[in-house]
């Protein structure tokens, strides 16, 4: 990109999109009662009112990478931040929970298009001098999103009801439609997937949505994780298909597969930390929803106030170093939460949490960064994918393991083991980060079903 060619408009559309589609992962959770009495079903079914958006985002983030990879951006951007918002006013307007559930199923669908866009769009839209700045921002304004859901869910169903926790992402949607019709230049339009791409979805789409099925219903009863090995043949059929060998040689070729694993392992510690934390704080402590809401959002403040600062540190000093430092400050604060007891005040909890939250606000943006910089050019759209991938499967294994844990070690000490098990996670970024790279695998057209080989 030339100089003085960056789109900073372009950016806050990812930063944009990034706090709403995450914010859609956890807002609906607190309305689940009310969805419940207002369309006359069970809390059971009314669930599928988030398993609905949240299975499809995850199930698809691959095959869409695949298929983002030879499409207009502009045209997919607009198209997907369209079918988002109409499928929200849709879910508000549901007069049956099969309505609800439609319009949510295909609003996961849109919403996995978005997830894999925001760092490619991000990327594309400024100078690789400044890709730190510009990763820092989705990279930071998504985790926010999905810690205000909870919060913001809560107060919309205090003073106006249960469907304007679908309503409310409409304005969001409206202003980013807004920003990158004006900002993005005209590209090439959208193409149907064709009969492999359709396959491979099935298969990848059938095997993720199992194992995310098993993780989200294990955060209750733990042994639903008996369920995830039912999602390896499909997983492994795709894997070992002209579908799945081109993702896995891009990541090999450009030297990713750890900085994916310590992505995915500090988003698991990061969830696993926030559900032990809360339910340790309202249920052994007694304290207030309130009170819980106001020690816990010390997270997210921290992360807001240190992921600009992130993204110019790694502009001017290199991402690796600033991506590392951030996961060991987490790995830090995580720690230091383990000895969390009754003697311990909201002050006690807050301050620590705010120091792991300043230490993913570094993390993230650097880390995108040093993900997508390393990315083929004509296949930024796949690494987005996948890495978005192994974010959200970290995000949703976190509670699932910390339940687990907190069931094996008894009733005296499940805090403690939730919180070691969040700490050893987020310790098992550092040296994973610390060690991506390396000389790349030159690309061939065997790993990259035929695509040119990127060049720096």
């Known amino acids: 990109m030339a100089a003085g060619a960056d789109r900073w408009s372009l950016v806050a559309v990812a930063g944009l999109l990034a706090f709403v589609a995450m914010l859609d992962m956890n807002i609906v959770n607190?309305?689940?009662?009310?969805i419940a009495d207002g369309l006359r079903v069970s809390v059971a079914t009314a669930q599928w009112a988030v398993l609905g958006y949240q299975l499809p985002v995850v199930a698809l983030l691959l095959p869409v990478g695949r298929w983002l990879d030879g499409v207009g951006l502009r045209t997919a951007v607009l198209t997907a931040t369209c079918g988002f918002g109409l499928c929200s006013a849709l879910a508000a307007a549901a007069p049956w929970m099969g309505w609800l559930i439609a319009a949510r199923l295909l609003q996961g669908a849109c919403g996995a298009v978005l997830f894999v866009l925001m760092p490619v769009l991000a990327m594309?839209?400024?100078?690789p001098e400044l890709r730190g700045r510009a990763m820092s921002v989705p990279a930071t304004l998504g985790p926010l999103g999905a810690v205000a859901g909870p919060a913001v869910g809560g107060l919309l169903l205090d003073h106006l009801g249960w469907r304007w926790v679908f309503l409310v992402k409409i304005p969001f949607c409206l202003l980013a439609l807004f920003l990158a019709w004006r900002a993005m230049p005209r590209d090439g339009g959208l193409r149907r997937p064709d009969r492999r791409s359709v396959v491979d979805a099935l298969l990848v789409a059938s095997g993720v949505a199992v194992l995310l099925l098993a993780l989200t219903l294990a955060a209750d009863r733990p042994a639903w994780l008996a369920l995830a090995p039912a999602a390896a043949p499909a997983l492994w059929w795709w894997l070992?298909?002209?579908?799945?060998?081109?993702?896995?040689?891009?990541?090999?070729a450009a030297g990713l597969f750890r900085a994916h694993g310590a992505v995915l392992a500090l988003a698991a510690g990061f969830a696993a930390m926030h559900y032990v934390v809360a339910l340790h704080l309202q249920r052994d402590d007694g304290a207030s929803a309130t009170t819980t809401g106001l020690t816990v959002l010390a997270f997210p403040l921290g992360m807001g106030l240190a992921g600009p600062l992130g993204g110019r540190i790694a502009d001017r000093y290199g991402a690796?170093?600033?991506a590392v430092t951030g996961a060991a400050l987490t790995t830090a604060g995580l720690l230091l939460l383990i000895p969390l007891g009754d003697g311990w005040s909201p002050p006690d909890v807050a301050w620590r949490l705010a120091l792991a939250g300043v230490g993913l606000g570094l993390n993230g943006g650097p880390t995108q960064a040093l993900v997508m910089g390393a990315a083929p050019p004509d296949r930024a759209a796949t690494v987005g994918a996948t890495v978005q991938c192994a974010r959200s499967l970290g995000f949703t294994l976190g509670p699932a393991l910390a339940t687990a844990a907190w069931g094996l070690s008894g009733p005296g000490e499940g805090v403690r083991a939730g919180l070691v098990l969040a700490a050893a996670a987020a310790a098992l970024a550092v040296p994973l980060l610390a060690l991506t790279g390396g000389r790349r695998a030159p690309l061939s057209t065997k790993t990259t079903d035929a695509a040119p080989a990127a060049h720096d």
């Open 30 to 34: 607190v309305a689940l009662a009310e």
């Open 124 to 127: 594309r839209s400024v100078r």
């Open 320 to 322: 690796r170093p600033v």
């Open 240 to 252: 070992r298909g002209p579908g799945g060998r081109p993702v896995a040689g891009v990541l090999r």
